[in-house]
C-alpha cells in the first residue's frame, strides 16, 4: 500500500510538471482582480452620483424649510442650503452608501446651520405660520404654540425633536447626522418631550 501511495504521488508530480502556467499568471490575476474591483467601484460611484443628483432636486423644499426654521431669513436659508448642496457634490465620494444619503446631507446641512448660528450667537426657531410661503410646502406642525415650546428648549433638544417629528428621520440618523451618540439622542428625545408635555399640561389647569 506505501508503494502504491508513492507511486501515485510519483506520477502525480509528473503531471503538475508539465502544466506550464503563463508568466506572471498569479499578478495578471491580480491585476484583474483589481480592475474589477475598480470598474465595480465607478460604477457604485456613478449610481451614488446619480441618486445625490435625484435626491437634492427632489427635496430641495424641505431643505429649505428646515434651514429656515433654524435660520428665520429666507435669504440666508437658501444660502444655507446652496452651502450645504455645493459641500455635498464636493464630498460626495464620501458616501458610500445609498441607504445613508439623507442622513448625510442632513448632517451637512444643519452643521451649516448651525455655523451660520454660531456666528450669530443665537438660536431660533420660527413658528410654521412664519415661514416664506412661495412655493414650498410647509412640513412644521400646524400649531405655532406647539413650535413656540420647541422653540424654548435647549438647542440640541429642539434639533432632535426637529429632526424626528418635523423630518421624520429616525434615531440612528438622527445620531449620525449631529454627531451624537444613539444613546445621548434617546436622552435628550425623552427629556424635550418630558418638558414639552409638562409645559402643556401647564396650560391646562
Not at 426654521?69 to 459641500?87: F, G, I, M, P
Request: hydrophobic share 40%.
Amino acid at each position: 500500500m506505501k508503494r502504491d501511495r508513492e507511486t501515485g504521488l510519483f506520477f502525480a508530480q509528473k503531471i503538475f510538471q508539465k502544466i506550464v502556467l503563463p508568466p506572471n499568471f498569479f499578478r495578471s490575476r491580480r491585476v484583474y482582480t483589481a480592475e474589477r474591483t475598480e470598474r465595480t467601484m465607478r460604477n457604485v460611484s456613478h449610481i451614488l452620483e446619480k441618486q445625490l443628483t435625484d435626491y437634492l432636486v427632489t427635496d430641495q423644499a424641505r431643505f429649505y424649510r428646515l434651514a429656515y426654521s433654524y435660520l428665520k431669513n429666507r435669504e440666508e436659508a437658501l444660502d444655507a442650503v446652496q452651502t450645504a448642496v455645493c459641500r455635498a457634490l464636493e464630498k460626495q465620494g464620501e458616501l458610500k452608501e445609498p441607504e445613508a444619503l439623507r442622513a448625510w446631507f442632513y448632517h451637512i446641512l444643519v452643521h451649516v446651520c448651525m455655523d451660520v448660528l454660531r456666528s450669530r450667537k443665537r438660536v431660533t426657531l420660527i413658528p410654521p405660520e412664519a415661514l416664506d410661503a412661495g412655493s414650498y410646502e410647509d412640513p412644521l406642525p400646524s400649531d405655532g404654540t406647539l413650535a413656540q415650546r420647541v422653540d424654548a428648549l435647549p438647542p440640541e433638544v429642539g434639533t432632535i425633536i426637529k429632526l424626528r417629528f418635523y423630518e421624520d428621520l429616525s434615531l440612528k440618523e438622527i445620531s449620525t447626522v449631529t454627531g451624537w451618540n444613539l444613546n445621548t439622542v434617546k436622552t435628550r428625545l425623552y427629556t424635550g418631550l418630558k418638558k414639552l408635555r409638562i409645559s402643556m399640561e401647564g396650560d391646562q389647569l
